[in-house]
């Protein structure tokens, strides 16, 4: 679990991008993308304002009796908040 500013998510793309290509390439990445919208204004107009880390689920075992442990991530959630 990553823990930091709101803004920071390590997966969060960079540079000027539509709402739609940012959810994109975040749910490529394997999250489960939850958009929060402020405002009225038409989708064209919308801009990305925060990208921020939601829960992550994960299970530990050993796969194997008598293996070793390991953990595998099971899903992941990240919040994109948007203003149009």
Known sequence: MLFGPAPVVGAAPSGPSSVDQVVRQ????GYAVVV??????????????AVRHGQTYSRTDHGVPGGDLSTTVTGKTVYVDVKC
């Open 26 to 29: 975040l749910k490529a990445q």
């Open 36 to 49: 929060n919208r402020f405002g009225t204004g038409r989708s064209e107009d919308c801009a990305v304002t």
